[in-house]
């Protein structure tokens, strides 16, 4: 006899945070979204936390007893396996929070502390697109490009909490492009929404009027670019079809160091659609050693923006033994 527990996830990201409640199949029972509000500080920023938790418990109709774990995926920069999240960029002015400590002290719960995008890619591998596989990198495209690699059910966090830093593989040596990160040839400074911007926008420069994307100039985003280029647009076009290089770059660098079973891209440029995935795996196996280009899965991610708290929630799961999780332990007791 078991009574179904249940395993919060919360995903902190600079502009918001979204929890939910998540039941032991991975699937999302609620999912709720309060500002982050970084600006007010780090014990603001604590607190809701806290405050999401709970909304999300009762969003679930579910009391607190019946949360077996809690899962937190944060931005970096981190230090994982002390819980604490050092000097994160987009959570300024906070430093040095202790995270795992103080949430796993508020609700009496064992707590997991990760990398945003790492429970992303375990959210994926839990419920989502690797529902099945053993191994996995997600790369994340938006306005950076993220990364987390799952192998054998286990986030690769590394020695240093800089594990997957999937966005900051090195693409080009000859002529690099400068990454948001400050250093040179990143694939974000290729792959990422706004580097798609801002590649089109020095095509734009020199094609003489010819683009029908002239006319956005101000309001050029990646989406604008996308649909141009299924209109048939020819510098847009060529512009996704270099942007489904750059990234099938990155992806058949990861498969000769990793051997995953699948490549994941999630993210808001994945709403460029079937055709584009396809350039990417016409790219990789053009690329890729032979068995891994004709075997290693390449697919779009499914869970969209309730990866991270869904692969949070995951990570959260994993502290607890096989019978705890399942809540066969308490049941007996
Ligand atoms: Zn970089």
Redesign the pocket.
Known sequence: MTTPLYHVGLDVGGSSMKGGVVDDTGRALSAVSLPTEAHRGQEFGLERMCETIRAAVKQAGLSMDRIASIGVATPGLMDIPAGVILDPPNLKPWQNVPVRRHIADVFGLPTAFQNDANAAAMGEFWAGAGRGVRSLGLFTLGTGVGGGIVLDGKVLEGRHSHGAEL??IIIDMSNPRR???G?LG?L??YASANSVVLRTREALDKDGGRSALHRLKEELSARAIFDAAAKGDELAARIVEETALYLAVGATCLMHTIDPDMIVFGGGMIAAGPAFLERIRHHVRARAFPVPAERTQVRYAELGSDAGFIGAAACGRLLLDGAARTGARRAEG
């Open positions: 966005g900051h990454c948001g990160c250093r990143c974000e400074a």
